[in-house]
């Protein structure tokens, strides 16, 4: 009796050791599992540091690839790829993107040309988008104090207030505030502009306008002055005064020599202009006497 207590306590001492045995394997199969689990999570949360990681270091003089909300990055097979926001989410490819962004990284070409005037509706754009863009839409802002330079000697260079619309006929736009590229093909649309030197002829019909940087702080600040004066919105001449007087500090016997001569009325707003955007109007020329 003795030896059969003694046989059946040995067999339940290995059956006890066996059962914690499973019992640890199962446990660490379960830790595993579990662990194997998470990985997908950690993976979605590092995807945007991934993307930006994707995005082409800009060569010296080149412009970052990404310096403005909800541009197009470049990357380096020459695509074009989402930016993600500081808070890592990533813009959609129809956020609008500053025109010259786009002309910088070739995803467009364009052409500017005169139309022979110097103030308003003067400049043509035609636009068309290139195989940069990957075939994706794009869509693009025309930023305020847009400068235009003028390779013609004797004739001005221009200063762009807004994009009007898309050229719907010889003499007709649908106005829009953006410009829309969803093909390939070449479109045109219709710019704003204003002369940026007095003394000098309009741009020529079918004249050719080469883009360059922002104008001055000083004269972006009389073309948003402008947009803020209703008075502003019908009078040319008001604007255009406004825009020679800080860039070539015009007098009013001057503008009326070359067939700008200012109304009471047309001055009034030309100084509302300059009001408006914290200039101190009686530092010009214009606004002293004759």
């Not at 998470?38 to 310096?67: F, I, K, M």
């Amino acid at each position: 009796m003795a030896r059969r207590s003694s046989r059946f306590l040995s067999r339940e001492r290995w059956l006890s050791g066996a059962r914690r045995w499973i019992a640890a394997v199962s446990f660490g199969a379960i830790v595993v599992a579990f662990a194997l689990a998470l990985v997908p999570a950690a993976s979605t949360r590092g995807a945007p540091d991934r993307l930006e990681a994707r995005v082409v270091a800009p060569t010296r003089g080149a412009l970052p690839p990404c310096d403005d909300v909800g541009v197009l990055c470049t990357l380096a097979n020459g695509s074009v790829e989402n930016a993600v926001s500081a808070d890592g989410a990533a813009r959609t490819e129809l956020d609008p993107i500053p025109l010259l962004q786009a002309i910088a990284r070739e995803l467009v070409r364009a052409r500017f040309v005169g139309t022979g005037g110097a103030s308003g509706a003067v400049v043509r754009l035609h636009i068309q988008r290139t195989a940069k863009a990957g075939g994706r839409p794009l869509r693009l802002r025309v930023p305020l104090g847009t400068s235009l330079n003028n390779a013609a000697a004797g004739q001005q260079d221009m200063v762009v207030l807004r994009l009007l619309g898309k050229v719907a006929g010889p003499n007709s736009y649908a106005p829009t505030d953006l410009i829309e590229l969803l093909d390939n093909r070449l479109h045109e649309y219709v710019l704003e502009a204003f002369c940026a030197e007095a003394h000098k002829q309009n741009p020529a019909a079918g004249g050719s306008l080469s883009v360059g940087p922002l104008s001055s702080s000083e004269l972006r600040a009389v073309l948003q002055g402008s947009r803020l004066v209703p008075a502003a919105q019908k009078s040319l001449k008001a604007i255009q005064a406004a825009v020679w007087a800080v860039t070539d500090d015009i007098s009013r016997s001057e503008l009326a020599a070359i067939g700008y001569a200012l109304t009471p009325s047309e001055l009034r707003t030309a100084r509302a202009i300059m009001t408006a955007g914290h200039l101190d109007w009686q530092h010009y020329r214009l606004f002293q006497g004759r």
